[in-house]
């Protein structure tokens, strides 16, 4: 039974609950989002597994997910990272938000999400359970399929976007 923590508004722990039964109540818990670019600027997106229990065949930043209980969130970013995507590499938090996203199938998304990202020219070896495509993008294609087909991105990757967007233009344009 896969565990989330719930958490306050400042990201303290105030408990445990089945990940399931935390999304059916709307529950604010532990999340992290990592965002992979090339050495070209471009970003690592998945589209989500068409079984995911919520938001299946949407495009998505590289990975996210919960940690687990007494793991540091960098290191269940690492985790994820290779589970679904199949590469490790070093990465830094670059900020934390907080969003709420109610589904149609009656679960919803209550999350403390921290945002990492890193930097990756291997190989991808998607883990089809988890991944059911995947592309390297530019800022702008992004941006322009976005507005074109907004329904095609998860609901954290729209609110994340344009953040990580500011975040890459203050700190990594050359």
Not at 18 to 35: G, I, P, T, Y
Not at 38 to 52: D, F, I, P, V, Y
Request: charge should be negative.
């Amino acid at each position: 039974m896969e565990q989330v923590i719930l958490v306050d508004e400042q990201d303290n722990e105030i408990g445990l609950m089945e990940k399931m039964e935390a999304h059916e109540k709307a529950l604010l818990h532990r999340a992290f989002s990592v965002f992979i670019f090339n050495s070209k600027g471009e970003m690592l997106l998945q589209q989500r597994a068409l079984t995911k229990y919520h938001s299946g065949g949407l495009w998505t930043n590289s990975c996210c997910s919960h940690p687990r209980q007494g793991e540091k969130i960098t290191d269940a970013a690492t985790r994820r990272l290779k589970e679904e995507m199949g590469f490790e590499v070093p990465m830094e938090k670059i900020f934390d938000f907080i969003y709420k996203a109610p589904f149609m199938n009656g679960l919803t998304e209550y999350e403390f999400d921290h945002v990492f990202v890193g930097y990756y020219d291997g190989p991808v070896h998607p883990n089809p359970i988890e991944v059911e495509n995947y592309a390297f993008r530019s800022f702008e294609r992004i941006e322009r399929l976005m507005d074109s087909e907004p329904e095609f991105y998860t609901a954290w990757f729209k609110i994340a976007f344009p953040k990580v967007k500011a975040w890459w233009q203050q700190n990594k344009m050359q």
